[in-house]
């Protein structure tokens, strides 16, 4: 079980196996937009610029799948 932010509680199916040494980890999935701050400063857009492509519509908002 995991929480999503915005589905709330989440079941998952596990791994069909184990790997010894290897606890069970439940990742849910990035939301729509979550990581596209971190991918255009990773390919060296500065904050100033990722806003002004935020405000040109051409990426959208962090929380634009929250409702």
Do not use: C, F, N, W
Request: proline fraction near 7%; glycine fraction near 14%; hydrophobic fraction near 40%.
């Amino acid at each position: 079980r995991y929480e999503h932010p915005v589905a709330g509680p989440m079941q998952a199916i596990g791994l069909p196996v184990s790997i010894a040494g290897v606890g069970r980890v439940a990742v849910r999935s990035p939301l729509h937009g979550e990581h596209t701050d971190a991918v255009l400063e990773g390919l060296g857009y500065s904050a100033d610029e990722i806003a002004a492509l935020r405000k040109e519509g051409v990426v959208g908002r962090q929380d634009a799948a929250r409702p």
